[in-house]
């Protein structure tokens, strides 16, 4: 049974630090990219950071510099620690997961960023 497990979201302040993390099970396909998205209340579903098996990251504009998505192959887990946050960040969170046939969503998990 496939399973994308996040965890980490909740409430936090402006300029707060929160790290997210996703974890992959169940999957027998190789593990291409992993990333979040995430979805603010009435706006579509964006990118926030991806990542390849490599390593090779990849960031929405308006996170860099703050986020740093950093990944575990072994443990099929990627960790999004997220730094200086802003209320324009509350949103849910959603861990992608994508192999050569197919992607994986979780069920997301909210970041609430109070002003």
Same mark, same amino acid.
Do not use: H
């Given at each position: 049974?496939?399973?994308?497990?996040? #965890?980490?979201?909740?409430?936090?302040?402006?300029?707060?630090?929160?790290?997210?993390?996703?974890?992959? #099970?169940?999957?027998?396909?190789?593990?291409?990219?992993?990333?979040?998205?995430?979805?603010?209340?009435?706006?579509?579903?964006?990118?926030?950071?991806?990542?390849?098996?490599?390593?090779?990251?990849?960031?929405?504009? #308006?996170?860099k510099g703050r986020f740093t998505l950093s990944r575990d192959n072994a443990k099929n887990t990627v960790y999004l620690?997220?730094?200086?946050?802003?209320?324009?960040?509350?949103?849910?969170?959603?861990?992608?997961?994508?192999?050569?046939?197919?992607?994986?969503?979780?069920?997301?998990?909210?970041v609430t960023v109070s002003s």
């Amino acid at each position: 049974q496939v399973r994308v497990v996040e #965890s980490g979201g909740g409430l936090v302040q402006a300029g707060g630090s929160l790290t997210l993390s996703c974890a992959a #099970s169940g999957i027998i396909a190789i593990i291409n990219t992993m990333g979040w998205y995430r979805q603010a209340p009435g706006k579509q579903r964006e990118l926030v950071a991806t990542i390849t098996r490599p390593a090779n990251t990849n960031y929405a504009d #308006s996170v860099k510099g703050r986020f740093t998505l950093s990944r575990d192959n072994a443990k099929n887990t990627v960790y999004l620690q997220m730094s200086g946050l802003k209320p324009e960040d509350t949103a849910v969170y959603y861990c992608n997961v994508i192999t050569r046939r197919t992607d994986y969503w979780g069920q997301g998990t909210q970041v609430t960023v109070s002003s």
